[in-house]
């Protein structure tokens, strides 16, 4: 999505269609393929983890050695079957059933797939196919992915969750959310139209909308529409439209996620009502649009005041939920530190790269003058950012985890479990994180009677790691964790080991080899052996 994704977006809150605009000038990218016999073992008739270590995602501590027992795709028991260090009870232990499968977990962690609640199957200008996303997805152990837009077109991405659904594909599991409009030939000019709309998406397979902004009393219809079909809705609340459509008055209306913090600040002023953009600003100036969102958090109401307070309250009352995507904006506050992360050598494609390059054309390549003053006005603006997010957290309101990558140096999957440990940067307990990755976010989906804990009669959606993500949240990076060994020399550890969805075992490692083949290809196509650094020529 280039500068054609800004077009969408003003089009879409000024009241016309942008999706058709851009659908109709490209194509969506290529669909991942068919599974091969030799992707991913299982479901089996019986499959039984032994002796594991649970982090259960519901916010309880470890515990363990435990047995989860599953059958086909759905677990059918948890069982504490002993004490750490002491012989286990055979008696204790669920029985294999003849044509079953048994895999000794001794000295492993197990917890339930991390749910990503902001994650874009790619795009063709990104040059990023289904199939890579997907596998570096898995490969860190992200089970199920919220596409909110769906923007390589809503029949794209419905066919995909129902390949995924049957595991005809090696992808996560997708939940489809429409941008609002998308599939319209022209604006929408009363409210009976949006009304339409949402039942034309539904009908489509479409779980939810997703919206910037758009006229208050046409938006206001297509929630309602959305409430009375029992479907669930996510907004980023653009600056074109937030000043008469903020984040409290989305949420009155029956929003249920809000995306990045677009609307919240806004939602905090006291004594404005717009935030104060400088004269020269304009929107489509990328370096102006996130030089001055930077900015933003600095002119909303203290944590603790009284409208802090307010606006915080009436939001935990609706059960709102926060997806605050911190990793997307890393760069912003650190350039160098999210250009040189240590998987771009091996796991970005070049075409990916060079979306990422500052551009004026590109979406979120806004590094056009980024300097000190910048990168330090973001700092602040993260600080005073996670304080709300934390206070959330801590009186009640569900927050989870959506990484938005693709875009602005972050790599899918990489960008993921980098979302986490910035909660933990923002006071999560690593618990609590954990919590936010899986069980969280799979109420905030309305699934959570299916997936997001490992408990009996739930989807068997699970991570297997060698290491304790709660010590050192780096082990879930496919890349691991440097750690100095005995030997006197530094050794890679972590990265997750296996995949489960729905009973399926992704060999995880597997996965991500299969990326870095795809990466070592492409280079190979255009003759260059590693990533131009901008400004050092190509």
Not at 37 to 54: C, H, M, V
Not at 124 to 152: F, M
Not at 293 to 318: C, F, H, K, Y
Not at 520 to 526: D, H, L, Y
Request: hydrophobic share 40%; with cysteine; net charge negative.
């Amino acid at each position: 999505m280039t500068i054609r994704f800004l077009a969408v977006l003003a089009l879409c809150v000024l009241g016309f269609d942008g999706l058709d605009v851009v659908g109709r000038a490209h194509a969506a990218i290529t669909p991942a393929p068919d599974r091969r016999p030799d992707e991913g073992e299982g479901p089996y008739p019986q499959l039984i983890l032994r002796g594991a270590t649970l982090i259960n995602g519901t916010g309880s501590p470890a515990f363990g050695p435990a047995d989860v027992s599953i059958e086909g795709e759905r677990i059918v028991d948890v069982r504490i079957v002993g004490s750490p260090g002491s012989p286990i009870d055979p008696a204790r232990r669920p029985k294999l059933k003849p044509g079953g499968r048994e895999i000794d977990l001794s000295g492993h962690y197990l917890m339930p797939g991390i749910v990503d609640m902001h994650g874009h199957i790619g795009g063709e200008e990104q040059g990023t196919p289904a199939e890579y996303v997907y596998k570096l997805w898995l490969g860190h152990g992200i089970t199920s992915v919220r596409d909110p837009g769906c923007g390589n077109g809503l029949d794209f991405c419905v066919s995909e969750m129902k390949r995924s659904d049957d595991n005809r594909i090696v992808a996560p599991r997708i939940f489809p959310y429409a941008f609002f409009g998308q599939g319209r030939d022209g604006p929408m000019t009363e409210p009976e139209q949006a009304r339409a709309w949402v039942r034309e998406i539904e009908r489509k397979g479409a779980l939810g909308m997703k919206c910037f902004g758009y006229r208050p009393d046409i938006l206001h219809a297509a929630f309602e529409e959305l409430a009375r079909l029992g479907m669930r809705s996510a907004c980023h609340h653009a600056q074109l439209d937030v000043a008469r459509v903020n984040v409290l008055t989305t949420a009155r209306w029956g929003l249920t996620t809000m995306e990045h913090w677009y609307g919240l600040p806004e939602a905090l002023f006291v004594g404005q009502t717009v935030q104060d953009y400088p004269p020269d600003y304009n929107y489509q100036n990328e370096q102006h649009r996130f030089g001055q969102a930077g900015r933003l958090w600095a002119q909303a109401a203290e944590p603790g005041s009284e409208r802090w307070n307010a606006v915080r309250d009436e939001l935990i009352a609706l059960d709102f939920t926060l997806s605050p995507t911190f990793n997307i904006y890393q760069a912003s506050r650190d350039l160098m530190r999210a250009r040189r992360a240590d998987w771009h050598d091996q796991y970005t494609l070049p075409s990916l790269w060079e979306f990422f390059t500052p551009s004026r054309d590109n979406h979120g390549s806004f590094f056009f003058d980024w300097g000190s003053e910048e990168e330090i006005a973001w700092r602040d603006n993260y600080r005073r950012w996670m304080a709300f997010v934390a206070d959330y957290k801590n009186h009640g309101g569900r927050v989870v985890v959506g990484s938005d990558s693709g875009f602005i140096y972050k790599v899918y999957g990489f960008g993921t479990i980098e979302e986490l440990e910035l909660l933990r940067e923002a006071g999560f307990h690593p618990l609590e994180v954990i919590r936010a990755a899986t069980l969280h976010g799979a109420e905030a989906l309305g699934a959570a009677d299916r997936i997001g804990s490992i408990e009996a009669g739930k989807l068997a959606d699970l991570v297997v790691l060698e290491d304790n993500p709660l010590a050192n949240l780096k082990v879930l990076y496919g890349t691991g964790h440097l750690r100095l060994a005995a030997d006197g020399r530094l050794h890679r550890t972590g990265g997750v080991k296996w995949t489960i969805k729905g009973g399926v075992i992704h060999d995880a490692r597997k996965l991500l080899a299969d990326v870095r083949a795809m990466v070592s290809q492409a280079k190979a196509e255009r003759g260059i052996e590693r990533l131009p650094e901008p400004g050092f020529g190509r």
